[in-house]
């Protein structure tokens, strides 16, 4: 099973099989981290208000910005 994060350094989405634990490389910025770390950033799921498309928001910051891939739906997490 697959699990998505984002890379903390630029905001990629990275998928990573739940039983990897060796190097993940972000395509977009290069960066190197190891599976098992990128796992336990922190990330929530939630639902669109417009579409109820289940969207998740990865390495929740304060005003962390969402996006519906879906409806286009764009906001701040708190608002």
Same mark, same amino acid.
């Given at each position: 099973?697959? *699990?998505?994060? %984002? $890379?903390?350094?630029? &905001? +990629? /989405? #990275? @998928?990573?099989? %739940? +039983?990897?634990? &060796?190097?993940?490389?972000?395509? !977009?910025?290069?960066?190197?981290? *190891?599976? @098992?770390?990128?796992?336990? #950033?922190?990330? /929530? !799921? *939630?639902?669109?208000?417009? $579409?109820?498309?289940?969207? *998740?928001?990865?390495? /929740? !910051?304060?005003? +962390?910005?969402?996006? $519906? %891939? !879906? $409806? ?5 997490? &708190?608002?």
């Amino acid at each position: 099973m697959n *699990i998505y994060k %984002s $890379c903390p350094l630029c &905001g +990629a /989405i #990275l @998928s990573i099989d %739940s +039983a990897y634990n &060796g190097a993940i490389v972000c395509p !977009k910025c290069q960066r190197q981290m *190891i599976a @098992s770390q990128l796992r336990e #950033l922190p990330s /929530i !799921k *939630i639902q669109c208000p417009q $579409c109820q498309t289940r969207l *998740i928001s990865y390495n /929740i !910051k304060d005003n +962390a910005v969402i996006r $519906c %891939s !879906k $409806c286009m739906y764009t906001s701040t997490l &708190g608002s």
